[in-house]
C-alpha cells in the first residue's frame, strides 16, 4: 500500500510564527491529500485537504502546497496561536477504498 | 451535527478472549474504516469496507481481525484472540464519498491484560 512519510515529528514554534510540515508519499496513483488535526485525547478532524488537480489551497491561516512530480506536500500555518498546538497528521488516498497517514507531527505553539 | 459514534469507550480484556467494538457510522455514508492507533503512535490504517465487503486491508489486519455490518447501521471489528500488542486506541471512520472528509468517533480504547 502507499507510505507517507512525514517531517518533523515534532515542532515547536514561537507564537505568531510560521509552521510547516511536509509529507511525502509513494504511490504516483494517489490523487488526494487531506491534513487532520489531533488535539490531546481526541478524535482526528479533517482541517485542510488537496486534490491532485491542484497545486496549493488556503484556507485563512492554514495552506497546503502539493508537488506531484516529487510526490510531496506540505501544511503551513502562519500567525500561530496556542490553540494550533496539537498532533498533526498528513493522508494521502489513491481515490480506491483506503486512506494512509504519515507519523504525526508534535506541534507546540509557545506564547 | 451527525457524528460517528463507538462503543465502549474503554474495553480491558484477557489476552485471548474475544472483543467486539461497535461503531455506527454517518447514517448517509458509504465507506467506512478501521484505524489503530498504538499510544504515541501514528494511525494505522486496518481495513476500509463498501458494499459489505472489504474493499482494503493492511498487513496488520490478519486472520485474528475481522469486520462486519449486520444490520445495516453497526459497523463492527471482531479480534478473535487478543493479543497483548493489540492494545491500542481504534478509530472508526466513515465517509459519504471518496476523497473527502473521514469522520472519526471518538476511539475505543483497548486494554489486554
Known amino acids: 500500500g502507499e507510505n507517507v512519510e512525514q517531517h518533523p515529528s515534532t515542532l515547536s514554534v514561537q507564537e505568531g510564527d510560521s509552521a510547516v510540515i511536509k509529507c511525502t508519499y509513494s504511490d504516483s496513483a494517489s490523487n488526494y491529500f487531506p491534513w487532520y488535526k489531533q488535539e490531546l485525547g481526541k478524535r482526528p478532524q479533517l482541517i485542510i485537504d488537496i486534490r491532485s488537480n491542484v497545486g496549493e489551497k488556503k484556507d485563512q491561516r492554514i495552506a497546503v502546497t502539493l508537488n506531484k512530480t516529487a510526490k510531496h506536500f506540505s501544511l503551513h500555518i502562519t500567525e500561530t496561536q496556542p490553540e494550533d498546538s496539537a498532533v498533526y497528521f498528513c493522508a494521502a488516498s489513491t481515490g480506491a477504498n483506503n486512506l494512509f497517514f504519515g507519523t504525526g507531527t508534535r506541534l507546540t505553539v509557545i506564547p | 451535527e451527525p457524528e460517528v459514534t463507538q462503543t465502549p469507550s474503554h474495553q480491558v480484556t484477557q489476552m485471548g478472549q474475544e472483543v467486539i467494538l461497535r461503531c455506527v457510522p454517518i447514517?448517509?455514508?458509504?465507506?467506512f474504516y478501521w484505524y489503530r492507533q498504538i499510544l504515541g503512535q501514528k494511525v494505522e490504517f486496518l481495513v476500509s469496507?463498501?458494499?459489505?465487503?472489504?474493499?482494503?486491508k493492511s498487513e496488520i489486519f490478519d486472520d485474528q481481525f475481522s469486520v462486519e455490518r449486520p444490520d445495516g447501521s453497526n459497523f463492527t471489528l471482531k479480534i478473535r484472540s487478543t493479543k497483548l500488542e493489540d492494545s491500542a486506541m481504534y478509530f472508526c471512520?466513515?465517509?459519504?464519498?471518496?476523497?473527502?472528509?473521514?469522520?472519526f468517533g471518538q476511539g475505543t480504547r483497548l486494554t489486554v491484560v
Open positions: 469496507f463498501y458494499n459489505n465487503e472489504i474493499s482494503e
Open positions: 447514517s448517509n455514508h458509504l465507506y
Open positions: 471512520a466513515s465517509m459519504g464519498q471518496l476523497n473527502t472528509e473521514a469522520f
